[in-house]
């Protein structure tokens, strides 16, 4: 039986797009959902609360998704964490594979309204491997 994606970290250094997305994965997904406007602070929320997945903006100032990640993948608790990279310059990753441990990357602007139900089927085909 497979499990349910039920809580995501959202990180982005605009508040705004962490006001949508943190309302569309509650309000249409159901989810749980942990917000941080920095990769410090995600990595200060990975350490106290268990997250499924993380959706994290790549363009952030001081620390950027990038830097987030590996920093996520040297500590043995946050490493096998699924992530899903967003940003406005998605066709940097077209061309090129997406850094190892990124399931996704999700375009900016996206819609709030299939995001939740884009995640569980990234969840679930990831599960069901």
Same mark, same amino acid.
């Given at each position: $039986?497979?499990r349910?994606?039920?809580?995501v970290?959202?990180?982005d250094?605009?508040?705004? #797009?962490?006001?949508?997305? @943190? /309302? @569309?994965?509650?309000?249409?997904? =159901?989810?749980?959902?942990h917000?941080?406007? @920095?990769? %410090?602070?995600? /990595?200060?929320? *990975?350490?106290?609360?268990?997250?499924? /997945?993380v959706?994290? !903006?790549?363009?952030? &100032?001081?620390?950027? =998704? *990038?830097?987030?990640l590996a920093?996520m993948?040297? !500590?043995?608790?946050?490493a096998?964490? $699924?992530v899903?990279? $967003?940003t406005?310059r998605?066709q940097l990753?077209?061309?090129?594979?997406?850094p190892?441990?990124?399931?996704?990357? #999700?375009?900016?602007?996206?819609? &709030?309204? @299939?995001?939740?139900?884009?995640?569980? %089927? /990234?969840?679930?085909?990831?599960?069901a491997?």
């Amino acid at each position: $039986m497979t499990r349910r994606l039920t809580t995501v970290l959202c990180v982005d250094d605009d508040a705004d #797009i962490l006001a949508v997305v @943190s /309302l @569309s994965l509650r309000t249409l997904g =159901g989810l749980t959902v942990h917000a941080a406007r @920095s990769g %410090a602070e995600a /990595l200060a929320v *990975l350490r106290r609360e268990r997250v499924d /997945l993380v959706l994290l !903006d790549v363009m952030m &100032p001081v620390m950027d =998704g *990038l830097e987030t990640l590996a920093e996520m993948r040297k !500590d043995p608790a946050m490493a096998k964490v $699924m992530v899903v990279l $967003m940003t406005a310059r998605v066709q940097l990753y077209e061309r090129a594979e997406a850094p190892e441990g990124v399931r996704a990357v #999700i375009a900016k602007p996206f819609d &709030p309204v @299939s995001l939740p139900n884009r995640l569980q %089927a /990234l969840w679930a085909r990831a599960d069901a491997r």
